[in-house]
């Protein structure tokens, strides 16, 4: 048994007229306006839900941890940062090739990144400071 569904031709028309555009175009005159909406991108800081900015030195220091809740002593990690090869290139400028190897060894020059030691997050960062 082989029932062919009947084709779905209204007959008569050809079928393959394109549908007329949705839109119309009437002369030109009528410019797309530009969209006047230019929303700034405002980045929203939020630091911690009592919203306290906790200003890290570059010394271990006592705090809840806001990952773990647990109340901890961070554990600070000296990395090489902007100041340090700001540091570099400037010492390399003025001294040398061999200048530019003073501020990895500078710890002031380096940023001081504050670890949890429970969760290994890290809660915050003291840039380094050069000149
Ligand atoms: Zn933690």
């Keep these: 048994m082989s029932t062919v569904p009947p084709p779905q031709s209204k007959g008569g028309m050809a079928d393959n007229i394109p549908p007329p555009p949705a839109y119309s175009w009437s002369g030109g005159t009528s410019q ?51 100041a340090t090869w700001r540091a570099a290139c400037i010492l390399c400028l003025l001294v040398g090739i061999i200048g530019c190897l003073i501020p990895f060894c500078m710890d002031s020059t380096k940023d001081a990144v504050h670890k949890c030691p429970n969760c290994k997050v890290v809660l915050g960062t003291d840039p380094g400071h050069f000149c």
């Design 32 to 82: 797309p306006m530009p969209q006047q909406q230019q929303h700034l991108n405002v980045t929203t800081v939020n630091m911690g839900p009592q919203g306290a900015l906790v200003m890290f030195p570059r010394v271990p220091i006592s705090i809840t941890c806001q990952f773990c809740q647990a109340s901890i002593v961070t554990s600070v990690e000296m990395v090489n940062g902007d």
